[in-house]
């Protein structure tokens, strides 16, 4: 009957979790970086991306 108890919270668990969950977002992810020996460099502001090529 244990098992039976643990199945059924484990579940129950699962499907909480499974419903509640959401996907991660990034709210802005403007920067600079370039490399170690500064060649490569990629900026982004907003909606403008600036990349080596």
Not at 19 to 37: M, N
Not at 40 to 49: L, M, R, T
Request: net charge positive; proline share 4%.
């Amino acid at each position: 009957m244990a098992i039976k108890k643990r199945a059924a919270i484990l579940g129950f668990a699962t499907l909480v979790v499974v419903l509640t969950g959401r996907s991660a977002s990034a709210d802005v992810i403007d920067g600079e970086w370039c490399t170690v020996d500064g060649r490569q460099h990629i900026e982004i502001k907003g909606p403008s991306i600036i990349t080596p090529g």
